[in-house]
């Protein structure tokens, strides 16, 4: 530094205003030897404020430019400026209040200002938009106009305003700042593709969310992002490049087009990335017979994925898939378990889907609650057999003959194949679900006791079949109760069906396509936006 320099830092140091004044004034701008230094040179003009304000609100206002100066919190000070009548001060706040301010009258009051104090910037505003005009429309096309004026730096001073908008939950201000941000042909800069995706990822959580933006430039913006490893851009944009709307967003405000193979590309990076959804999305482009990305091996693939992440259409969806083409019992118990899964979290398609595999029996719950305590007074290990047959529907054979700890499952109860039975499809296995949390409950209590030997009678090989069939009937005729009220009745036929496959397909074929259906946002075809 040169001694002068050095002699006048000194100076400052020591309090002499005009030195402040000087050194603040050469830090700001970056003259005469001394390195542009914005935090310093305010340091020194802070000192000389209170003595000088009028100077010290010029040099501000004339050094910085518009984000600058409220990067570093002065917009008090430009507006004290402004109120001095410094038109340079009001053009700035004006900007400032249209981009910022919810209502946009607040800064056509300082444009009108700058125009007759001659800011010839201000006047040609005027001329060109209607001051009475205040819409949405015209606000942004004021300011569009606006950014070819030097000392405002537009692309950070928009980032700002965008962060803005964010902390304090003001969407209009946030899709303004995002419609200005947004030029077809410019270079994407990735501060503000960044910002950009933070915005439209707040939009898209907003009910009726509607932004008027240029879609070339959000595809251009999100590409740049992706590029940089950004999963939830890839999600983002790959989800409206298929066709499916994000959040609240219309896919249609996003991209101009449908591209499926672009988006196919996206989604994997962004299920690569650990956003789950992204499988879900994949599997139902891929599994679109009509689709251009039409791969059933991949759909299936993407919906195991889909399902393992947690995402209960796809437990659902998968296991309907594994249900419909199952061909022994462990396809159905793995189908069984998907479904279950799903019903649990609530998915009410699931539900319906599992209690086509339940028969039904007679009676109300009560009645039937009052029977087996009292015939669990006599005979303890058959009211637990009565109370499991009644809960999953099963058959007077198939209850009389299930091995209650071998057969129990997560899901629900596997009646195995009956050695005791030759007719082959009277005595092969069936899964029947649990359909509820007190059937379940209800099995495990009786697992419990059976397991622990406290009941005699009970077990799997603690039996006489014909023996055990004698005594069902004469224990319900002694209390006098219908065998419909424990047990089902199904020919073989009809328990054949139950046990999956194509025949259980035809026969639950509504709810196997409910299960099943995809959505329809997401059908390939009309791939133009409107």
Request: hydrophobic fraction near 45%; include cysteine; charged fraction near 20%.
């Amino acid at each position: 530094m040169r001694r002068p320099d050095a002699q006048l830092i000194s100076r400052a140091r020591r309090g002499d205003i005009a030195a402040c004044l000087e050194a603040g004034r050469k830090y700001l701008q970056g003259t005469s030897g001394f390195p542009r230094h914005v935090t310093l040179g305010l340091e020194y003009l802070q000192h000389a404020e209170p003595v000088r304000a009028g100077d010290t609100q010029q040099l501000i206002v004339e050094s910085l430019d518009l984000f600058e100066i409220a990067a570093h919190g002065r917009i008090a000070t430009l507006e004290q400026a402004a109120q001095a009548r410094r038109v340079t001060a009001q053009l700035k706040l004006a900007i400032w209040l249209s981009l910022t301010a919810v209502d946009a009258e607040e800064g056509m009051c300082w444009f009108r200002s700058a125009a007759a104090g001659g800011e010839a910037t201000a006047r040609s505003v005027l001329t060109a938009y209607s001051s009475d005009d205040t819409s949405e429309e015209r606000v942004v096309a004021r300011l569009r106009a606006l950014r070819a004026v030097p000392g405002i730096g537009w692309t950070d001073l928009l980032t700002l305003a965008m962060d803005r908008a964010l902390m304090r939950r003001e969407p209009q201000n946030l899709f303004r700042a995002l419609a200005l941000s947004l030029e077809p042909d410019a270079a994407p800069q990735p501060c503000l593709a960044d910002k950009v995706f933070e915005a439209l990822s707040y939009a898209s959580t907003l009910p009726a969310a509607a932004i008027g933006v240029d879609r070339r430039a959000i595809e251009a913006l999100l590409d740049d992002c992706v590029a940089r490893g950004s999963s939830g851009a890839a999600l983002m944009l790959g989800q409206a490049l298929s066709g499916n709307d994000v959040g609240s967003l219309p896919w249609a405000s996003l991209v101009a087009s449908q591209n499926f193979r672009k988006a196919s590309a996206l989604l994997m990076r962004a299920a690569d990335g650990g956003r789950g959804v992204a499988w879900t999305r994949l599997y139902e482009i891929h599994s679109n017979h009509n689709g251009s990305v039409a791969n059933p091996p991949m759909a299936r693939f993407c919906l195991e994925k889909a399902a393992a992440t947690g995402a209960v259409v796809a437990q659902r969806r998968l296991g309907a898939t594994i249900l419909r083409s199952s061909g022994s019992l462990r396809d159905v118990e793995h189908g069984m378990q998907w479904l279950f899964q799903a019903a649990q979290a609530g998915d009410s398609v699931a539900y319906r889907l599992l209690r086509t595999f339940v028969l039904l029996v007679d009676g109300r719950n009560d009645d039937a609650s009052q029977a087996l305590e009292a015939i669990a007074q006599s005979s303890p290990g058959l009211a637990l057999r009565l109370q499991v047959a009644r809960d999953f529907g099963l058959t007077k054979l198939e209850a009389m003959t299930v091995d209650l700890v071998g057969g129990q499952r997560p899901w629900g109860l596997v009646v195995g194949r009956n050695p005791f039975i030759r007719h082959a499809k009277l005595s092969a296995p069936r899964a029947v679900p649990a359909i509820s949390e007190e059937v379940q409950q209800n099995l495990r209590r009786v697992v419990a006791q059976v397991a622990g030997g406290g009941v005699r009678g009970a077990e799997f090989h603690d039996f006489d079949l014909r023996h055990r069939m004698v005594k069902v009937r004469q224990i319900l005729q002694a209390h006098g109760l219908a065998e419909s009220m424990f047990f089902a009745r199904a020919c073989s036929n009809e328990l054949d069906v139950l046990r999956g496959g194509g025949r259980w397909a035809r026969l639950a074929k509504a709810e196997v396509e409910e299960a099943l259906a995809l959505p329809e946002s997401g059908a390939e075809g009309s791939n133009a936006a409107p």
